[in-house]
């Protein structure tokens, strides 16, 4: 019978601290434990309804630094507590920089089976704990009154009163509190006065991507895939670049280009693009464009050289990472 939830700390800006509680930038990201967030939650007992808030820090990171073995602690640690019968659901407070990352990273690692009645709720906030008027509490609660719902399942991103899928979720503002939006799919849904409002369904929880226990994500050097742009200017020089064998970094195995409108690229870089993948080194095309994705094939891509991703670019990053970790 689950009666737990449970918070895992990962740092950000909402367990940030400024010297004077007026600065909403001049702040240190990652400074207050998870437990002590905990504690400056309003109603937090309310919310809870008779589950017991159980929490655990498994970074203190300003989750623009973020590396993937903090990720793999965390996946570690997110399958540990859904596997716990008498665990509810997950709640991760999370930096905002990387969120929608994170979150995406979650929903296509944790095994399904653990995710298709136990939900993942990551939060974050805009504000420093130490602010006059912080966002991240009303966060926290709101995640977990998220969490707590009986039919929730999957991996969703909760801030400033929406729910947002992790497939669909981008940060879209470097300030406002209402940093977040899930494009032309929308939220999944609201979170008013502590109730959930759903406008759509809970998220499709499908297979995982990938093979955990794969050598290739056992190791600390995950498949190297860089995210590069196409845009007026650009040439092959970047591309080239990483071709070069460099022995401090790991070999390439990937490039996720994110072109321009419909995934076009530059001729320049196409050409250099090409020759990578002559190389052997996939080459997975988006689209830079804040909404949409590639429809078809685009004007300088009509032999379908590239394949595409209905993903943003660094989701994509992740998913290509993930299918050469499992292949590898
Ligand atoms: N740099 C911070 C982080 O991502 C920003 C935030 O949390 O809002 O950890």
């Known amino acids: 019978m689950a009666e737990k939830l449970v918070f895992l700390g990962m740092g950000g800006t909402l367990a940030g601290t400024a010297t004077s509680a007026g600065d909403n930038v001049g702040y240190?990201?990652?400074?207050?434990?998870?437990?002590?967030?905990?504690a400056s939650v309003p109603g937090?007992?309310?919310?809870?309804?008779?589950?017991?808030?159980?929490?655990?820090?498994?970074?203190?990171?300003?989750?623009?630094?973020?590396?993937?073995?903090?990720?793999?602690?965390?996946?570690?640690?997110?399958?540990?507590?859904?596997?716990?019968?008498?665990?509810?659901?997950?709640?991760?407070?999370?930096?905002?920089?990387?969120?929608?990352?994170?979150?995406?990273?979650?929903?296509?690692?944790?095994?399904?089976?653990?995710?298709?009645?136990?939900?993942?709720?990551?939060?974050?906030?805009m504000r420093p704990a130490s602010s006059l008027t912080p966002d991240g509490p009303g966060n926290m609660a709101d995640a977990a009154a998220v969490a707590l719902c009986r039919q929730a399942r999957g991996v969703m991103?909760?801030?400033?009163?929406?729910?947002?899928?992790?497939a669909h979720v981008q940060k879209v503002h470097p300030y406002r509190t209402d940093a977040f939006d899930s494009g032309e799919a929308g939220p999944v849904g609201l979170v008013e006065e502590g109730r959930v409002r759903l406008l759509w369904d809970?998220?499709?929880?499908?297979?995982?991507?990938?093979?955990?226990?794969?050598?290739a994500l056992q190791s600390d050097a995950w498949p190297r895939v860089e995210l590069l742009l196409s845009h007026a200017g650009a040439t092959g020089a970047v591309v080239r670049a990483l071709l070069k064998p460099d022995s401090n970094e790991a070999p390439l195995r990937g490039i996720v280009l994110a072109g321009t409108g419909n995934g076009t690229i530059h001729k320049s870089m196409e050409a250099a693009l090409l020759e990578a993948q002559a190389q052997g080194i996939r080459v997975v095309r988006v689209s830079r464009c804040?909404?949409?994705?590639?429809?078809?094939s685009s004007p300088t891509d009509r032999s379908g050289t590239f394949a595409s991703a209905g993903l943003s670019g660094v989701k994509a990053r992740i998913a290509l990472m993930l299918e050469i970790a499992s292949q590898t």
């Open 28 to 38: 240190t990201a990652a400074q207050v434990g998870v437990q002590d967030l905990l």
């Open 157 to 166: 991103v909760v801030c400033a009163g929406k729910i947002h899928s992790a």
């Open 202 to 215: 809970w998220p499709e929880v499908t297979n995982s991507l990938c093979n955990l226990d794969s050598a």
């Open 290 to 296: 804040a909404y949409g994705t590639v429809v078809g």
């Open 44 to 125: 937090l007992k309310s919310v809870m309804g008779g589950f017991e808030a159980v929490s655990e820090q498994v970074c203190q990171i300003d989750s623009k630094d973020l590396a993937h073995t903090d990720w793999r602690a965390l996946l570690g640690r997110v399958s540990h507590h859904l596997a716990r019968p008498e665990v509810a659901g997950v709640v991760v407070t999370h930096g905002t920089d990387t969120l929608e990352e994170a979150a995406y990273f979650l929903s296509c690692t944790v095994p399904a089976e653990l995710l298709r009645h136990k939900p993942v709720v990551l939060t974050c906030a």
